[in-house]
């Protein structure tokens, strides 16, 4: 009996000496020899469908050479291209797109909240890949799939992957307030250490972030326990990436231009190496044939090729266009003073000649509804300096008047000279935005505003209509 007891006591020593030994939450590697993983990334595409059998092209030539390849967005597939954004179902060109290249992980970006939250789920459900974002806090009620984290294996190499969206000031995302009232957010430098268990359990950890550069390496700093950082959102090309505090921060840049290749050499579950490459996709020859038949036939639409004006002269920078957007908004409202904040705008230029139903669109892609308030002009010089602060210390489009910012800090004012005559701070003007100013600006009024019912494209058509020609080249209206 007692020899049995001491065989049994044995027995037990060992299992918790091999317990000790081994312990839960270390990494668990099957692979005994060095192992790549390649992956490919990139971030803020808004919608950018016409790059992407040259896109699909690179994926396959890399294919050919690192067969087990992962595909990553760093977020904002959407936005930017009216093509997709209007699709019925919206987003639907984009999603199907990187289902046919074979995307692995997408973040969530700001502007894939720029679909109310049913839209967004259709599109995480026709989404062949997950939708990753660890520090937006979704009720159960709403069946809203997006995944804090994933795991992946590749190789045997077991990846953990976090998804990071940005937060403004305001503590939302970079998107329509209306679409936000139903989640909640928090700063991804306060979740992100409660992930730090899957460094110990993966052989590769790797933060998923529509951050923005910036933030991305301070989230680097805070967190060496990141392999990698590979971000979105800030639109930067990170030409030669590098690692900081031991961490690998990419990002590139944005719209498809560019792609940034990593490859992480594992062994025994330890990164024992790692490195990025830029890859330049906009300047590739070759393309995806099947993919350019499917983008011509997305593209093949005759209401969005309509040409409803012509431009006189090219349009060279967004000032210029956003006095164009204001008239229109101002004209179409019947209102004294239009403004249009600068994010707004979504492109640079526009070339001399037509103008389509589909430019109006990329200009404006957000489909916001335009409010009038009654405002004193003393609350009209508040207004465009709270704007003022807001637009991050640019100064909002404006149609009906000239105005200048000036003094630093606490103490602005703005110099205002009317289309029509001397400003007056007693006087009563009619002022016309879009709903995302009305929502996310400071306002004070005499009137709580009064819809219009139309969005701001729905006065920019209807105004080129009428004017049939437009010149805005060299027009300026703010300082």
């Not at 016409?50 to 390849?69: I, T």
């Not at 937060?167 to 979740?191: E, M, Y």
């Not at 590979?230 to 990436?241: K, M, R, Y």
């Amino acid at each position: 009996m007692k020899r049995f007891l001491f065989f049994i006591v044995t027995i037990c020593l060992v299992v918790l000496c091999g317990c000790e030994s081994n312990p839960v939450s270390q990494k668990q590697s099957i692979n005994d020899e060095e192992v790549e993983v390649a992956i490919l990334a990139v971030n803020d595409a808004h919608a950018n469908i016409d790059l992407f059998p040259k896109f699909g092209a690179l994926v396959d030539s890399l294919r050919s050479v690192y067969p087990d390849l992962l595909v990553f967005s760093g977020g904002d597939n959407r936005t930017g291209n009216p093509v997709n954004d209007q699709y019925n179902p919206v987003n639907y060109p984009m999603i199907e797109l990187m289902n046919k290249v074979g995307f692995d992980v997408s973040a969530v970006g700001n502007h894939e909240w720029d679909a109310d939250v049913v839209n967004l789920q259709n599109s995480i459900e026709q989404a062949n890949f997950p939708f990753l974002c660890a520090n937006v806090f979704i009720p159960n009620s709403l069946n809203l799939d997006i995944k804090p984290f994933m795991i992946i294996e590749n190789q045997g190499v077991k990846i953990a992957v976090v998804g990071m969206i940005e937060l403004r000031h305001d503590g939302i995302p970079g998107a329509h307030p209306k679409n936000l009232t139903q989640v909640s957010f928090k700063p991804a430098s306060k979740v992100l250490p409660d992930y730090k268990y899957l460094s110990n359990e993966n052989d590769l950890m790797i933060l998923l972030s529509h951050c923005g550069y910036e933030d991305d390496v301070e989230l680097a700093q805070a967190n060496p326990y990141l392999d990698a950082i590979i971000g979105g959102h800030s639109h930067t090309l990170v030409e030669n990436p590098r690692e900081v505090n031991g961490v690998l921060v990419t990002q590139s840049g944005s719209h498809l231009e560019y792609a940034t290749l990593h490859l992480f050499n594992i062994k025994n579950g330890e990164v024992v190496k790692k490195s990025a490459k830029v890859l330049n996709v906009k300047d590739s020859k070759k393309k995806d044939a099947e993919l350019q038949t499917l983008i011509d036939n997305f593209n093949n639409s005759p209401s969005l090729n309509e040409a409803i004006a012509i431009a006189t002269t090219k349009f060279e920078n967004r000032e210029e266009l956003g006095c164009m957007m204001t008239d229109a908004i101002r004209e179409i409202s019947n209102a004294d003073f239009a403004f249009q904040n600068t994010g707004g705008v979504r492109v640079n230029y526009l070339k001399k000649g037509p103008i389509t139903v589909k430019d109006v669109y990329m200009i404006d892609p957000f489909n916001n509804e335009i409010v009038v308030y009654q405002m004193t002009g003393a609350q009209v010089e508040k207004f465009i300096i709270n704007s003022y602060r807001k637009n991050g210390r640019y100064p909002s489009h404006v149609s009906g008047m000239k105005y200048e910012v000036v003094g630093s800090g606490n103490k602005l004012k703005a110099n205002i000279v009317t289309d029509k005559g001397k400003f007056s701070k007693n006087a009563t003007y009619k002022v016309a935005m879009n709903s995302y100013m009305a929502s996310t600006v400071n306002i004070e009024s005499l009137d709580e505003g009064q819809s219009q019912y139309m969005t701001s494209e729905e006065m920019m058509i209807e105004f080129l209509r009428k004017q049939k020609t437009v010149d805005y080249q060299g027009v300026s209206r703010v300082k």
